[in-house]
Every structure is written in C-alpha cells, then in structure tokens.
C-alpha cells in the first residue's frame, strides 16, 4: 500500500481486515466512503481528506476540523491538520469563499502588479470593489500655462490645447462606449469667481473628450488652473 | 516639444504628450520628435474633432505665449505666432460681463 494517495474518479476499494478499516470511491455519487469497524461513513469530495499508511498498511483516515488546514510539513513527512488562526490571510471555510487579512495588514502589489474586480452582479456589496466603481482615468492639469502642462494624471495619453479654455483629454485606453461618467472642476485665475467645467456636445468618444471651462452665467470659455477632471465607465 | 494640429480653418490646436506615454514609447534610436511625429495619428484616431488636421512638432520655445489672443494663433514657419492680421474677437472681457452683471443686479433691486 502506498503513500500520500489521491483518490479520483477511478474504481478503488482499499481495505484492512485486521484492523476492520475499508474504503471505497463510489464515482456514481463522487463520494468516498469508509466503514471504520461499526458503520460506512461518508465524506464530501470538496474537503480534504487525509489518508495516512506506515508503508504497508492503512493506518488512519483524519478528515481534520473545521477551519483547519492541511499543512506540508516537508519532504517525507506527512501533511497536517494546522488550525491556521495566527496567519495574518486566511479563507473562509464556507462556500462564500472570502479571504480576509487580519488587522493592520496591508496588501501590497508588487510592481507592474494589479488586482482587476469582477463585474457587479446583483446589488452591490456595501463598500464593494468592482470593475463598475474603479476611476478609469484622472488628470489634473494647468490649463493656463503657454502649453497645456499636466500636473498629475493616470490613463492619460495627450492633453490638447484647442483654444481658450477649451481642452481636449486623450485617454491612453480607450472606454468601451462613448458613454462613461465624467466629473470636472476647474478654477479661475481670479478668486471669488464662480467656474463651471462642460462637455462639448458631441465631443466626447471612447478616446478623448473635449471640454470647456466657463465662468457662471457666461458663455466664454476662459483658462483655468487647475482643471480637474475624473472619469468611469467600461474599459 | 508639443505637437502642433493644423485646422482646415487655419487655426492651431496644441497637443502635449504625456511624459510615462512618450518614455514608453520611444523607440531604441528615436528622438522624442520622432516619436510624437509617429504618435500623432493615434491621437488624431482617439480624437474625431482632429479629423483633416495636419501635425507638426514645434520647439516649446517658437509657440507663442500670449494667450489673451489664443484665437490668433497660427502656425508660420516652423512657429506659433500671434496673428495681427486676424480681426479682434468679439467676446466681451470679464470686467464686461462684470459691469453686465452688477446692471442686471442694480435693475432687480429697483422697487
């Protein structure tokens, strides 16, 4: 009898009559069953069972407790059974499938390194991360410096300097429609003057908007610095 | 060293490529002209207002600075000037629209 088994779909009946232990795959049901001296019983293919030999008989079948985890312990040593409550990650033992991080942890991504949320289904989560709820793109820039001049930004690949107090953002990924949310603000050189970001009628596309910066109840566009402009929708 | 959109209408649009976009994509032997000359129909694809704009890379120093005449910018020999030749615009100026507003206020206030 060997060791460190793992128990597929294939017939298998494994049984030691000495010591009153027998096992068996029943693949109609995907369950192994074990009789152990007084009645068969049963496990879920979707937990670990643990199934130890001295190298010639079987000696123990450990299905562990819950919240445990099997631990290697090394090259020819048997896993264990390790209640893993000390780990800073653990998952959740559920068909929920969370995975928390214990107080004052960070997790940190190393370069290049991202985390893409899946797509909403159904009501969102309360304080959820989703695909839906990212920022897809961001700039702040001085729109009234000679040249357009870009303070800080992300998926940003062109600021254009149309006319006075008319931009146009080029997105380095584009948006799937043209239809994504934007948010803007924009400030006057001269306090006390009430400002006004808008989006030039047909001018916004999956790969760029243009906007304009007015003062309140005016139709002229006038340079403003900082703009500020914030984008979501569907990448 | 901006890139500079020449319009059918004559008037000039000034495109600044991002730094993280033009160290990306600069290729092993290109100057950053090169590469903003090359970059510049991506641009012009993800922006439909471009469509029938020719490009050009113009030093930052030979764009003009006066932006109180923005609309009288063109592009003249390898600079962006300012234009004397073009008629002034008709907008009002702020201090306009201010003495407009502080009329329309004084106007609400008479019983």
Known sequence: ??????????????????????????????????????????????????????????????????????????????????????????????????????????????????MVPAAVSGTPTEHGLYRENVPKAWVSFDGSAGTVIADNHFNVASITDNAT?????????????????????????????????NVVAGAQAVGSVQIRCHIFNSAAELDANPVNLVALGDQ | MPLVWTMPDGSVRVTRLLDAILTREQGTGETRAETELRLAPWIQRKTP???????????????????????????????????????????????QRIATLEADVATLKTP
């Open chain 1, 165 to 197: 107090g008319d931009y146009t953002v080029t997105w380095d990924r584009d948006f799937t429609c043209a239809f994504y949310a934007m948010v803007g603000t924009c400030q006057e050189q001269d306090a006390g003057v009430g400002t006004a970001v």
């Open chain 1, 1 to 114: 009898m060997g060791r460190g088994m793992f128990f597929r779909d294939d017939p298998l009946v494994l049984s030691d009559p000495e010591a009153d232990w027998t096992l068996c795959w029943d693949a109609s049901a995907r369950t192994l069953k074990f009789f152990d001296g007084a009645a068969w019983r049963s496990t879920c293919v979707t937990q670990y069972l643990l199934v130890v030999s001295d190298g010639t008989n079987l000696i123990g079948v450990d299905a562990g407790s819950a919240g445990q985890h099997l631990i290697a312990t090394g090259a020819g040593s048997y896993p264990s059974w390790q209640t893993c409550s000390g780990y800073d990650i653990t998952a959740d033992q559920s068909n929920v499938g969370s995975l928390s991080l214990a107080a004052n942890k960070n997790l940190v991504m190393s370069t290049c390194g991202n």
């Open chain 2, 49 to 95: 207002a471009l469509a029938g704009a020719v490009a050009s890379v113009v030093d930052e120093a030979k764009i003009a600075r006066d932006r109180s005449k923005r609309y009288k910018w063109r592009l003249r020999n390898g600079a962006v000037v300012v234009d004397e030749t073009i008629p002034d615009a008709t907008t009002t100026t702020l201090e």
